[in-house]
């Protein structure tokens, strides 16, 4: 997906407005199974929620200018990405799959249930045609109980208000839309779900390619980065898209590499026979990464050396018409 045809399956919702519907399911803290329970809402409300998140969907995907749209396995920092799920889905997530497919899920039952259960929110909207699900968390915040004290206007007095009630703000984390599943927030996808443990499988797989590579004098203290999500991340997108692994590059010429370009070279360090790197710095970790992602590029124009984290290949353009944000460094 890119951000044109994403753009254009948002269009033919906002082109069918009138005639698409919306129902709201939750998902529950602290339950054995990840299936969502639909919420009883009133017409009119379910009218607002409607214009609520398609007005949310207007503003955080369609009116921007320039986005990007790449796959989460090798995600870089360009900022306003959205980010096509391509890993093992944790299973809270295959919620969002069920709402799509199963037509006979429960009610909550309020009798039952306290508002303070409900973990997240998934938003359907569609018609017999088409749907898409917004997945949004619920804060402890939006959800207010019945131990504290509240008072609502009734016409010219205060009344005090004895229900539990929820505060359902614009804004949503994911989106499922033509059988993809979208990362809007990055950063609560790394905090929930037990994402952690899929990252740590995947950049398993990334540090194995760099052992058969034999590009590192001591590969045993990549394991250690494992722990950190954030090179957690960036090992699976080693394993998922280095074109330095996937193009074969010998290491005799990733080690003169490192020699002469101006941003690696004195940075890091080799073992005696010099022909396989040493890991022995933090600084040296993210240089080596970096470097098996190819950002480290020379221009062929002016043969100014840069650094690129977030780059488009040639031979998409035509496939991607988002806007790339490039951060580059210039080295010399």
């Known amino acids: 997906m890119n951000a044109g045809n994403l753009k254009k399956s948002l269009n033919n919702y906002f082109d069918d407005y009138d005639d698409i519907g919306v129902t709201v399911y939750a998902v529950l803290k602290n339950q054995d199974s990840s299936d969502p329970v639909k919420l009883d809402i009133e017409a009119d409300a379910l009218g607002g929620l409607k214009e609520l998140f398609m007005d949310s969907l207007r503003d955080t995907l369609l009116d921007k200018d320039e986005l990007s749209i790449l796959n989460l396995s090798s995600s870089d920092e360009r900022v306003d990405a959205v980010y096509v799920y391509d890993l093992e889905l944790p299973v809270e997530l295959t919620s969002l799959e069920k709402v799509i497919t199963q037509d006979n899920l429960p009610l909550l039952n309020l009798n039952d249930e306290s508002l303070s259960s409900i973990k997240s929110l998934l938003i359907e909207i569609g018609n017999n045609v088409g749907q898409l699900v917004l997945y949004k968390t619920m804060a402890s915040i939006n959800i207010y109980g019945r131990s504290s004290f509240f008072l609502k206007k009734s016409q010219s007095r205060l009344e005090k208000l004895n229900d539990e009630f929820l505060r359902v703000s614009a804004g949503f984390q994911m989106l499922r839309i033509d059988d993809s599943l979208l990362v809007i927030?990055?950063?609560?996808?790394?905090?929930?779900?037990?994402?952690?443990?899929?990252?740590?499988?995947?950049?398993?797989?990334?540090?194995?390619?760099?052992?058969?590579?034999?590009?590192v004098e001591n590969p045993d203290v990549l394991h250690e980065l494992i722990e950190d999500v954030k090179y957690a991340r960036k090992l699976t997108k080693v394993a998922k898209s280095s074109p330095v692994i996937k193009a074969g590059i010998p290491s005799t010429t990733i080690v003169d590499f490192c020699k002469t370009f101006?941003?690696?070279?004195?940075?890091?360090?080799?073992?005696?026979?010099?022909?396989?790197?040493?890991?022995?710095?933090?600084?040296?970790?993210?240089?080596?990464?970096?470097?098996?992602?190819?950002?480290?590029?020379?221009?062929?124009?002016?043969?100014?050396?840069?650094?690129?984290?977030?780059?488009?290949?040639?031979?998409?353009?035509?496939?991607?018409?988002?806007?790339?944000?490039?951060?580059?460094?210039?080295?010399?």
Do not use: C, W
């Not at 927030?185 to 995947?202: N, P, Q, Y």
């Open 262 to 332: 101006p941003r690696l070279a004195g940075r890091i360090r080799f073992n005696e026979n010099e022909d396989k790197i040493l890991l022995d710095t933090k600084v040296s970790k993210d240089l080596f990464i970096n470097l098996l992602m190819d950002n480290y590029l020379t221009s062929e124009l002016t043969s100014y050396h840069y650094t690129s984290v977030a780059k488009d290949s040639v031979d998409n353009e035509e496939t991607n018409d988002s806007s790339s944000t490039d951060s580059n460094q210039t080295d010399e």
């Open 185 to 215: 927030d990055l950063a609560t996808l790394e905090k929930s779900f037990g994402f952690h443990d899929v990252i740590k499988r995947e950049a398993a797989s990334g540090i194995s390619a760099i052992e058969s590579a034999s590009l």
